[in-house]
Structures are given as C-alpha cells and as structure tokens.
C-alpha cells in the first residue's frame, strides 16, 4: 500500500457515497481518484484499468456539465431506465468490448489478467457513461464490476484497493436501493401533478341560493 493508493481510495469512496446520494460534487472528487489510479494501475502492469481512468477522465466531465445542466425548468435531473433493447444492446457491448480488449492485451502486453482486467474495463465504461446519463441501470453493472475487482486486486495484491471494491459493492447496492425509490417517488409525484382539479362549487359564495338570500 502507498499514499498515492491510500488517498485514490478515500476519495473514490467519497465520490460513490455522494454518487448514492445524488449530490453533484461526486464529479470533482472522482476526477481526483481516477488521477491518482492511473499511476496506482500503472505500476501494478493493469494497462487496462490504467487506460479505463482516462475514459473515467473524459466521461466525468462530461457527467458533471450534463448533470450540472438538470432537467426540465431547472429541475434535477431526473433518474432515468434503458428500454429492453437498449440494455440488449449494451450487454453486447460491454461482451465484445471485453474480448476484443483482453485479445489485444494478451497477445501484444505482460498484462497480468488480460480478460478478467478487460471485462472490468468494458463494464466501467458502459457504467460510467450510464452513471452520466443518471441511468439507474448504472448500478447493476457496479455490483458486476465490483464482484469480480474485489478477485482481480486481491490476486494483484491491492489489498486497499480490493477492501475498497467490497465497500463499493456494498454502496452499489445502496445506490441501487435509493435511485429506484428516487424513480418511483418522482413518478408518483409526475402523476399526482397531472390528475386534474376538480373546484367545490357547493361551499362558494356566489351560489344561486345565497344570491337570491341578498
């Protein structure tokens, strides 16, 4: 363990808690997690993640402007689902990114886990870009990448690194818990402020029979 990882970790773990909690300052907190992981995978020869914090880099700040932008009449933005197809479609992805990645990795790097460090890194990707969509799917591949992380940093000997993934496993849950009751209370809230309203006319004043009374 370094500082160099020991500081990647603490910010990343704040990053994913303010991630569960919608807050936008996970942004900039995880910017300076993904910087300091490039040296930290760099140095443990995992070119795949090293190379995966500079697409983490491009899609945060990407992320953080869409975010920051909100929704509808300056509302926040709202959390939001793929459609069947669509999650089909990233499902292959995240698949054929992982092969094709881990085949180059194996045959033209000394990458310790070429196919396992390329799943990670497809999945991330697809969940990254996601996460800045506010997709809630997002979290179901950060369960899937953290499971098989927490393997890949043990057997690399990252063992922060690798307690850090079975905390975040646990956040993704949480995550996962709190942006689908997040969808449901926006939902209930959309559909209230839609039904039409229907005014008492028996208690008004200007009733015939209290017309006719004066």
């Given at each position: ?5 020991a500081?990647?970790a ?12 919608q ?10 997690s993904?910087?300091?992981y ?5 140095g443990?020869?995992l ?16 992320g953080w402007?869409?975010?920051a ?13 793929l ?20 085949t ?13 460090d390329?799943l ?10 996601l996460?800045?969509r ?8 950060w369960i899937g ?11 690399k000997?990252?063992?922060?690194t ?21 969808k449901?209370r ?9 039904c ?13 029979g209290?017309?006719?009374a004066?």
């Amino acid at each position: 363990m370094t500082w160099t990882e020991a500081i990647a970790a603490a910010t990343g773990l704040l990053s994913v808690w303010l991630t569960v909690r919608q807050n936008l300052w996970l942004w900039p907190t995880g910017i300076i997690s993904v910087l300091l992981y490039t040296w930290v995978f760099a140095g443990a020869k995992l070119y795949s993640d090293a190379g995966l914090q500079v697409v983490y880099l491009v899609v945060s700040i990407y992320g953080w402007a869409h975010w920051a932008k909100g929704g509808p009449r300056e509302s926040g933005l709202p959390v939001t689902t793929l459609s069947p197809s669509a999650r089909a479609v990233c499902g292959l992805g995240v698949l054929a990114g992982a092969a094709g990645l881990g085949t180059l990795m194996a045959h033209y790097t000394d990458a310790a886990l070429p196919y396992p460090d390329a799943l990670v890194t497809s999945a991330s990707i697809a969940a990254q870009w996601l996460l800045a969509r506010k997709k809630l799917e997002n979290w179901w591949l950060w369960i899937g990448v953290d499971v098989l992380g927490i393997g890949v940093f043990v057997y690399k000997g990252l063992s922060l690194t690798a307690g850090l993934y079975a905390v975040f496993l646990v956040m993704a849950i949480l995550g996962l818990r709190e942006w689908t009751h997040a969808k449901h209370r926006a939902g209930a809230s959309s559909s209230a402020s839609s039904c039409p309203h229907t005014p008492d006319t028996g208690s008004s004043s200007t009733s015939p029979g209290s017309s006719a009374a004066s």
